[in-house]
């Protein structure tokens, strides 16, 4: 099917025209190798590119291009989509780790369920918004419930794990099996590192916390928390003195960081 840009454009498309791309809103900026890799593929004279983690702000310059007038129309479709959606993530991102104050990590493992197109994308964008896409930087074996509901309880979960030497020891608790605190106080016993209170419920990571102090044992093991965390609720999470904060949509789902391009000179 014939691009109807090149009936328009016909009689002026060796024209240059300047344009730039600036933000709408403020936020952290993400995507910008991939929009300078399909600029160059477009032909596109790339005179300004901010880089990956910088901060803008409404009406802040991101990207100015220099082309003829398809290249110019189907950068606006193209290269606002390479950084749009990527930025609004690592703005997220970022906005978690700030409110965290250092004393959570925050980790978002929900690029691995994005489609494989952008799976590459949405972990750097992540990761440039300063959260992480790994629970642990050290090597660890998570055993998820679908472990616990093969091995038939948690104990017999935790042992067939210690078998893997130098791995931290992850158990998710959802509380299938008993209480959470029944179910913390089994994975103590069992020599889990860290437990993943994965319920969504704050009552239920206050109860597994309170459970390991009563059992002496809350300087040793760490207490993640997953399944609906709110960014805005981190705070709170912090107070707390939960470890980690493993957030999905809250950040792969954020909303785009607004961006318009509009033609600067001819």
Not at 88 to 103: D, E, P, Q
Not at 121 to 138: C, K, P, S, Y
Not at 156 to 166: D, R, V, Y
Not at 170 to 180: A, C, H, M, N, S
Request: aromatic letters at 6%.
């Amino acid at each position: 099917m014939q691009d109807l840009r090149d009936v328009i454009f016909a009689e002026i498309i060796d024209k240059k025209y300047t344009a730039q791309i600036t933000a709408e809103k403020e936020g952290i900026i993400a995507g910008s190798k991939y929009a300078l890799q399909k600029l160059l593929e477009m032909g596109i004279k790339v005179d300004y590119l901010l880089n990956d983690g910088e901060k803008v702000y409404p009406g802040a310059l991101v990207v100015k291009i220099t082309g003829n007038p398809k290249q110019i129309t189907m950068a606006e479709e193209v290269i606002i989509g390479k950084l749009a959606k990527t930025s609004g993530i690592a703005t997220a991102a970022n906005y978690a780790v700030k409110l965290s104050r250092g004393k959570c990590r925050i980790a978002s493992g929900a690029w691995k369920k994005m489609p494989i197109e952008i799976k590459e994308h949405v972990r750097d964008a992540i990761v440039t918004g300063g959260a992480t896409t790994r629970l642990f930087e050290q090597p660890f074996v998570y055993l998820d419930k679908n472990y616990v509901r093969i091995f038939g309880n948690i104990t017999k979960t935790l042992e067939a794990a210690q078998k893997i030497e130098g791995y931290l020891k992850v158990i998710q608790l959802k509380g299938e099996t008993g209480p959470i605190s029944t179910e913390t106080k089994e994975a103590v016993e069992a020599s889990a590192d860290v437990v993943m209170i994965d319920t969504g419920k704050v009552s239920d990571a206050k109860e597994a916390i309170k459970t390991l102090y009563d059992l002496g044992v809350r300087e040793d093991i760490k207490v993640a928390f997953a399944k609906g965390v709110q960014i805005s609720d981190i705070p709170l999470y912090v107070e707390m003195g939960i470890d980690l904060l493993c957030i999905g949509k809250q950040i792969v789902d954020a909303p785009l960081l607004d961006m318009k391009l509009d033609i600067v000179t001819n």
